[in-house]
């Protein structure tokens, strides 16, 4: 055998090796690990030196990291470079991961930042370097996504070495990673702080652990005076187009002080330039959906622990039980199958420190989190017990059911409510209402008959509002014969109150599951999730509706469409602007929205005429902008009510046969489209960074690639 046949033959033999998986010889093993290995570790080398000539390229780096506040911290320092005319890319992860640009004196523009199949990993910062690099930024931002210490020191001590760091606060959180101690926890997070770098942190009860870190790093640590933020005035935090934590607004000021900024320059360009995070504590405009109702929506996902959540709750000034119950308060909670603890913690807030008149379960894993609702509810109920001293029993189960009573916010007490609840949905006269009511017998039938009879002259109630005048009636009367046994059974002595107590138990567990609703189409859109929670509140009501525990997954187009509610706003009154500039920037956005809801196109138009009646005199110029806007947003022909539901229910058996298919046939082809999606989100990327793409295009593509990998996106092109 010559040369050329030992060759060949060789050949074959380690080419059976990748096909073959027995009958190897060790030197061929040993070959293929070091070969893959060899392969691993180029690749590895090749992505860490891109991310270091990317670093090389950017003049100033500043990173952020922290327990709280981070991602919002973030974005007040992107609005600080943005209106100093840099040209900036800021990274944050907040509640979606999110990268914000902006070029020489433009306004900024998000965009999603795209995560194979929506997991994080640290390699995602080289793209966000490399995007920041072929923009030419002058200043790039970034927030840690990293947990574990050893992906923090390689970020930070690797590839960005931050020319300046900011840790907003070391609270425990994620302690299955970085705990299980609070101290512990701020030991981790101390790993953000560079070697030799300048670090602001605004930690109050861990500071001694950051300046060890410093000190061992040789690092600058500068601790402002957290109380000054305490004396922040509220004109300036309400210049802000959300509530902002002071603290977290003192950070930014010593930032910008660091620079040599003025602090009446950053108060007024802060808050004209920031782009909040979709999951910052923001109240968003009232919107008017079918039967009159009027919703308002206050994002407190971002609150993903019990001390946060009831910060934002009293911030809201949503805490006080005896306030207006005509208001309605909903509660939305997006529910997440990978956050069984979190689940487990958000029942126990909803049973033990929340109180609503409507709760919404979406998202993931819904018959999981209403089972922890249960037993939640079960534990809060069996922590009732009668007193030890007799003398007290009677007034402890008074207070109790006082407090549950009011726990219980769609429950009317007292003829005073029924009236306002009646009047509310009825359109009529409250007192006039009051008074029949305390003179009627609590007979269901009579006395829903009897609030009907105040309808205003010349109108017929709608099912509706009888449907809703039947419930808050029969919820009255529930508590009025509820209150009547209590004062029966202490009339009795001890036995009648022990089983008085008994049958609070099973009263309150039933009333209260009732008022719990779980959504179970986890890619319901957020206008139908909108349309669906303002039906289940009475008619003519206003309803404040609360997001809580999460924002990915069903949340996400919900909170987004709110978000959008806000935008659309702000370009009316940019429309209503008596500069020309500025009302065009206001009808680009609006036509770049595309197809408008019904509650979208009423917004525009309220607004709009709004301006017009308070603005008389307004030039002909503006009035006629103003006018073609009404007439773009005016109501087309509405079909007849339930004309949409019915034709969704008789869907052809073809497109029924194509929904049936798409499920099992999406789970198989995904694993191929997520390649697909991953390589197309980099070109579109790298096609923003060099102004191939326009900025409403890029952040249209980037949002699609993003949703698609949620699920669903077979059925949407099969069957539309």
């Known amino acids: 055998m010559n040369t050329w046949d030992r060759f060949l033959e060789n050949w074959r033999i380690w080419g059976e090796l990748w096909f073959s998986p027995g009958g190897n010889t060790l030197p061929q093993l040993l070959a293929l690990v070091a070969g893959v290995t060899m392969f691993l570790v180029f690749v590895g080398c090749w992505r860490q030196w891109r991310a270091r000539r990317a670093r090389r390229a950017i003049p100033l780096v500043v990173g952020g990291w922290g327990t709280r506040g981070k991602s919002g911290s973030e974005r007040k320092k992107a609005a600080l470079f943005n209106a100093l005319g840099y040209r900036m890319l800021s990274k944050s992860t907040g509640c979606e991961a999110m990268f914000v640009t902006a070029y020489d004196y433009e306004e900024s523009r998000e965009y999603y930042l795209f995560r194979p199949h929506d997991k994080a990993t640290i390699w995602e910062q080289c793209s966000v370097l490399e995007i920041a690099e072929n923009m030419q930024a002058d200043v790039m931002l970034w927030e840690c996504m990293a947990l574990q210490a050893d992906y923090v020191r390689i970020l930070q001590q690797s590839w960005m070495t931050d020319d300046i760091s900011t840790i907003t606060n070391t609270y425990p959180d994620h302690e299955d990673i970085q705990g299980p101690s609070g101290h512990d926890v701020s030991e981790a997070i101390a790993n953000f702080v560079g070697l030799g770098a300048t670090v602001i942190q605004t930690e109050q009860h861990f500071q001694p652990v950051l300046r060890e870190f410093a000190r061992r790093r040789g690092a600058r640590l500068i601790e402002p005076d957290t109380d000054m933020a305490d004396l922040m005035t509220p004109d300036v935090l309400a210049r802000f187009p959300y509530t902002v934590h002071p603290k977290n607004l003192a950070l930014t000021f010593e930032l910008g002080m660091l620079l040599g900024l003025q602090d009446g320059f950053m108060i007024k360009e802060i808050?004209?330039?920031?782009?909040?995070?979709?999951?910052?504590?923001?109240t968003y405009p009232e919107i008017h959906v079918a039967g009159g109702r009027r919703l308002r929506f206050s994002n407190g996902c971002s609150a993903n622990e019990r001390a946060g959540t009831m910060n934002n709750w009293r911030r809201l000034k949503l805490d006080d039980l005896e306030g207006d119950r005509r208001e309605w308060t909903v509660l939305v909670v997006n529910n997440r199958a990978d956050r069984v603890p979190r689940s487990k913690v958000f029942a126990s807030i909803l049973v033990d420190d929340l109180a609503a008149h409507r709760i919404f379960l979406i998202g993931s894993n819904l018959n999981g989190l209403s089972g922890y609702i249960e037993e939640a509810l079960d534990a809060r109920l069996s922590r009732l017990v009668l007193p030890a001293k007799a003398e007290d029993r009677a007034g402890f189960l008074r207070s109790v059911l006082r407090r549950d009573t009011a726990a219980l916010r769609f429950l009317c007490r007292t003829p005073g409510e029924l009236a306002g609840r009646g009047a509310d949905i009825l359109q009529a006269d409250p007192e006039a209402l009051a008074a029949s009511i305390e003179a009627a017998a609590p007979?269901?039938?009579?006395?829903?008959?009897?609030?009907?009879?105040?309808?205003?002259?010349?109108?017929?109630?709608?099912?509706?509002?009888?449907?809703?005048?039947?419930?808050?009636?029969?919820?009255?009367?529930?508590?009025?014969?509820?209150?009547?046994?209590?004062?029966?059974?202490?009339?009795?002595?001890?036995?009648?109150?022990?089983?008085?107590?008994?049958?609070?138990?099973?009263?309150?567990?039933?009333?209260?599951?009732?008022?719990?609703?779980?959504?179970?189409?986890?890619?319901?859109?957020?206008?139908?999730?909108?349309?669906?929670?303002?039906?289940?509140c009475p008619p003519n009501a206003r309803v404040h509706v609360l997001g809580i525990q999460n924002i990915k997954g069903t949340g996400l187009d919900f909170a987004e469409r709110w978000v959008r509610q806000g935008d659309l706003l702000r370009a009316v009154e940019r429309v209503c602007s008596r500069d020309a500039l500025v009302q065009e920037k206001g009808l680009a956005f609006i036509r770049e929205c595309g197809?408008?809801?019904?509650?979208?196109?009423?917004?525009?138009?309220?607004?709009?005429?709004?301006?017009?009646?308070?603005?008389?005199?307004?030039?002909?110029?503006?009035?006629?902008?103003?006018?073609?806007?009404?007439?773009?947003?005016?109501?087309?022909?509405?079909?007849?009510?339930?004309?949409?539901?019915?034709?969704?229910?008789?869907?052809?058996?073809?497109?029924?046969?194509?929904?049936?298919?798409?499920?099992?046939?999406?789970?198989?082809?995904?694993?191929?489209?997520?390649?697909w999606r991953a390589h197309r989100a980099r070109v579109v990327m790298r096609d923003i960074s060099n102004g191939r793409v326009a900025g409403k295009k890029g952040v249209e593509m980037l949002k699609d690639l993003t949703g698609a990998q949620k699920g669903g996106w077979l059925s949407k092109k099969l069957v539309g």
């Not at 005429?609 to 009404?630: K, M």
């Open 271 to 282: 808050a004209d330039h920031v782009v909040p995070d979709l999951g910052v504590l923001k």
């Open 443 to 536: 007979d269901l039938e009579a006395m829903v008959g009897l609030v009907l009879t105040h309808l205003p002259a010349g109108q017929v109630a709608t099912e509706e509002q009888e449907r809703a005048v039947r419930d808050a009636v029969t919820g009255y009367i529930a508590v009025l014969a509820h209150a009547g046994a209590l004062e029966a059974a202490i009339a009795d002595g001890d036995a009648g109150l022990a089983a008085w107590l008994d049958s609070h138990r099973t009263w309150y567990r039933q009333w209260f599951l009732s008022s719990v609703q779980a959504v179970e189409n986890y890619y319901i859109k957020g206008p139908d999730l909108i349309r669906l929670v303002g039906s289940q």
């Open 595 to 675: 197809k408008q809801e019904d509650f979208e196109r009423d917004l525009i138009r309220r607004k709009a005429q709004a301006f017009l009646d308070e603005n008389p005199s307004v030039d002909y110029g503006t009035r006629r902008v103003i006018n073609d806007l009404l007439a773009s947003a005016a109501e087309p022909e509405a079909p007849a009510e339930g004309a949409a539901v019915e034709a969704a229910k008789a869907e052809g058996p073809r497109k029924r046969v194509l929904r049936l298919i798409a499920g099992p046939l999406e789970l198989v082809l995904d694993s191929f489209a997520s390649i």
